[in-house]
């Protein structure tokens, strides 16, 4: 359990992120790329930029994006070992505060302190878009598909896996 | 994997939410089935499925139970839909329900997502998947702008300043100078809940 231990340094990072993590996985995107990119070297942009996409791609929740991480990093246990520390400490700590709060109570705090997340939620994930589209949008074609994208799935109800599949075959036919 | 099995033999008459749920709670394995079952159909977010399982399909929550689980479990940090599955299990089949569902929605996605990342690894130096990557990328960002500009549509509405303000404030500090999310949170939250507080208590006076 030293710190170079790299299985040890995913579960400190992950555990300690996911205490942070308000408002769902959307909102740690940036935390994570800062880690992982930035201070621990573990990925290269594009390969966080690939590991988001195949996130997106694939069934499940889209927190499994660590799970991607942790395998970069060490293998199938670092795969493990992310993805337990991401959502087993929190899953717990909201199994007991909903057990804290079946006694009933009419305190107006829980209310108010969800109000005061919704903004700081939408500007994290606002954060996530853009340092996402930093790391993608390298050409016009790319930051228009982006923009197209952005603008189809704001005014319809489109299944996002169509819209996804469109986009790997434009990037498959070496448009974007 | 199996989509066909349980939805038509219980349903028999198409009801309006919120009606009784069914009495019996139900067993570890199931549990584990059913949110191995919304997870590996949720695409692109699981929370629309497990309220279609949990509220229509089996009956285990009124539509007011499951809304108020899952508003705790929003504001509560980490993943919600995971935080949502162990308080579900837990409410229904105590602390090992709790796990049997967690264990459900988690396993076989990441199993599913160790594979590909054991692919990815492999053949992420080809060029065509990298090609096609790059723009499943592209059109995944999109979509993120998308959710990010309905979720700010209230607030727009409303012409909220201060949510505004915040909102671009935690935006700046965390995707232009890439502070790290701690410190920002930890001055942002007492920040935000002070000033909804005070704006409450004007509006009330």
Same mark, same amino acid.
């Given at each position: 359990?030293?710190?170079?231990?790299?299985?040890?340094?995913?579960?400190?990072?992950?555990?300690?992120?996911?205490?942070?993590?308000?408002?769902?996985?959307?909102?740690?995107?940036?935390?994570?790329?800062?880690?992982?990119?930035?201070?621990?070297?573990?990925?290269?942009?594009?390969?966080?930029?690939?590991? #988001?996409?195949?996130?997106?791609?694939?069934?499940?929740?889209?927190?499994?994006?660590?799970?991607?991480?942790? #395998?970069?990093?060490?293998?199938?246990?670092?795969?493990?070992?992310?993805?337990?520390?991401?959502?087993?400490?929190?899953?717990?700590?909201? #199994?007991?505060?909903?057990?804290?709060?079946?006694?009933?109570?009419?305190?107006?705090?829980?209310?108010?302190?969800?109000?005061?997340?919704?903004?700081?939620?939408?500007?994290?994930?606002?954060?996530?878009?853009?340092?996402?589209?930093?790391?993608?949008?390298?050409?016009?074609?790319?930051?228009?598909?982006?923009?197209?994208?952005?603008?189809?799935?704001?005014?319809?109800?489109?299944?996002?896996?169509?819209?996804?599949?469109?986009?790997?075959?434009?990037?498959?036919?070496?448009?974007? | 994997?199996?989509?066909?099995?349980?939805?038509?033999?219980?349903?028999?008459?198409?009801?309006?939410?919120?009606?009784?749920?069914?009495?019996?709670?139900?067993?570890?394995?199931?549990?584990?089935?059913?949110?191995?079952?919304?997870?590996?159909?949720?695409?692109?977010?699981?929370?629309?499925?497990?309220?279609?399982?949990?509220?229509?399909?089996?009956?285990?929550?009124?539509?007011?139970?499951?809304?108020?689980?899952?508003?705790?479990?929003?504001?509560?940090?980490?993943?919600?839909?995971?935080?949502?599955?162990?308080?579900?299990?837990?409410?229904?089949?105590?602390?090992?329900?709790?796990?049997?569902?967690?264990?459900?929605?988690?396993?076989?996605?990441?199993?599913?997502?160790?594979?590909?990342?054991?692919?990815?690894?492999?053949?992420?130096?080809?060029?065509?998947?990298?090609?096609?990557?790059?723009?499943?990328?592209?059109?995944?960002?999109?979509?993120?702008?998308?959710?990010?500009?309905?979720?700010?549509?209230?607030?727009?509405?409303?012409?909220?300043?201060?949510?505004?303000?915040?909102?671009?404030?935690?935006?700046?500090?965390?995707?232009?100078?890439?502070?790290?999310?701690?410190?920002?949170?930890?001055?942002?939250?007492?920040?935000?809940?002070?000033?909804?507080?005070?704006?409450?208590?004007?509006?009330?006076?």
């Amino acid at each position: 359990m030293n710190a170079e231990n790299p299985i040890w340094a995913l579960i400190s990072t992950f555990g300690l992120m996911s205490l942070f993590a308000v408002g769902g996985a959307a909102a740690a995107v940036p935390e994570m790329h800062r880690i992982a990119v930035e201070v621990h070297h573990w990925m290269t942009d594009k390969q966080f930029a690939d590991a #988001y996409a195949i996130a997106q791609l694939s069934p499940g929740p889209n927190v499994l994006i660590v799970t991607l991480i942790g #395998y970069a990093v060490a293998g199938i246990p670092g795969a493990l070992a992310a993805t337990l520390a991401m959502c087993l400490p929190t899953a717990l700590l909201a #199994y007991y505060v909903s057990r804290l709060l079946n006694r009933p109570s009419q305190s107006r705090w829980p209310g108010l302190i969800q109000a005061a997340l919704v903004p700081l939620s939408i500007g994290l994930m606002a954060a996530s878009a853009l340092i996402l589209a930093e790391s993608t949008d390298r050409t016009l074609a790319a930051l228009l598909l982006t923009a197209t994208v952005a603008v189809v799935a704001s005014v319809s109800r489109i299944n996002p896996l169509w819209i996804l599949l469109v986009g790997g075959l434009l990037g498959f036919a070496g448009i974007v | 994997m199996s989509e066909d099995s349980a939805p038509a033999a219980q349903q028999p008459v198409q009801e309006p939410d919120g009606l009784a749920t069914s009495a019996v709670p139900p067993g570890l394995l199931a549990l584990f089935l059913a949110f191995a079952r919304m997870s590996l159909a949720g695409f692109g977010g699981v929370l629309v499925f497990a309220r279609q399982a949990i509220v229509e399909q089996h009956r285990w929550m009124t539509a007011d139970e499951f809304n108020e689980t899952f508003a705790l479990c929003h504001f509560l940090p980490g993943p919600n839909i995971v935080n949502l599955s162990m308080v579900f299990g837990a409410r229904l089949r105590g602390i090992a329900g709790g796990i049997a569902a967690f264990a459900g929605l988690l396993l076989p996605p990441t199993l599913i997502m160790t594979v590909l990342a054991i692919i990815y690894a492999r053949f992420g130096d080809v060029d065509v998947l990298r090609r096609s990557l790059a723009g499943i990328s592209c059109a995944a960002v999109g979509l993120l702008i998308a959710v990010v500009f309905r979720m700010m549509t209230p607030l727009l509405k409303r012409l909220d300043a201060v949510a505004l303000i915040l909102m671009l404030g935690v935006f700046l500090a965390i995707g232009v100078l890439r502070l790290p999310l701690q410190a920002v949170l930890l001055v942002a939250i007492p920040v935000s809940v002070g000033a909804i507080f005070l704006m409450r208590r004007k509006v009330a006076a």
